[in-house]
């Protein structure tokens, strides 16, 4: 029940387009979901977040999709570029609670020039 | 914006000692820190929840006495690997959450690579 579960593990995308990424999450008691990205020998970087009360968030390229119905979410790169290039983890935690994140697999996206 | 410090950024250490890592934030009060490590291509997985002037608490199948960490301050939080092998080797990251910052997001330090040889 503390899994979260994102897919792809890998991803490549041509330089301008969309890159998508999902997750999916089965504890209810989940009601902070950021996105961080990292590059390699790194620590990972805060992206973007989402709380369930909305559900969509947009911050330059970067857009947040939520369907708290169906407890999955995605992040949206739009005009990917090389520069994009790296490992992004979705996690998931409870603000109330001990916020311990709760992270997805990762994805290793790679933009093609 | 809130910057948290590691230290060091690799370590490269002999198997059957000691190694310590610093975690700071920089510019903001923690009131809990996180302690990580990942493994190559593989997720973050947490340790340990450390909260200041408090005794850690240890993920099931962390080995408290092998992975010491110590929060004695709302800036700094150390992990001590202790009698390290070469299976310790790995990416050791820590996040720590500030007081008072709205929703209070997780920032992560850059990471310590440990080798144990």
């Known amino acids: 029940q503390q899994q979260v579960k994102q897919s792809p593990q890998s991803l490549i995308v041509q330089k301008g387009g969309i890159s998508i990424i999902n997750c999916a999450y089965e504890?209810?008691?989940?009601?902070?979901f950021p996105w961080y990205q990292q590059f390699p020998g790194k620590g990972p970087a805060l992206l973007i977040a989402?709380?369930?009360?909305?559900s969509e968030k947009k911050e330059g390229r970067f857009t947040i999709s939520f369907n708290k119905s169906a407890k999955q979410f995605s992040l949206h790169i739009m005009d990917s570029q090389p520069g994009d290039s790296a490992t992004y983890f979705c996690?998931?935690?409870?603000?109330?609670?001990?916020?311990?994140?709760?992270f997805g697999q990762g994805t290793r996206l790679t933009i093609n020039p | 914006g809130a910057v948290v410090s590691q230290h060091p950024s690799w370590v490269i250490c002999k198997s059957g000692t000691s190694v310590k890592i610093e975690c700071r934030s920089l510019?903001?009060?923690?009131?809990?820190m996180f302690w990580y490590r990942q493994f190559p291509k593989q997720s973050l997985m947490l340790m340990a929840t450390?909260?200041?002037?408090?005794?850690?608490?240890?993920e099931q199948g962390v080995e408290k006495d092998k992975f010491l960490i110590n929060h004695a301050s709302l800036t700094l939080s150390t992990l001590t690997v202790t009698s390290a092998h070469p299976e310790d080797s790995s990416f050791y990251i820590c996040?720590?959450?500030?007081?008072?910052?709205?929703?209070?997001?997780?920032?992560f330090g850059n990471g310590t690579r440990l080798t144990v040889t």
């Open positions: 996040s720590a959450k500030g007081m008072g910052l709205k929703n209070s997001p997780l920032h």
């Open positions: 504890n209810t008691a989940f009601d902070y």
């Open positions: 989402i709380r369930p009360d909305v």
């Open positions: 996690a998931a935690t409870s603000i109330q609670g001990a916020q311990k994140l709760v």
């Open positions: 510019d903001f009060q923690a009131t809990t």
């Open positions: 450390s909260n200041e002037g408090s005794k850690a608490t240890y």
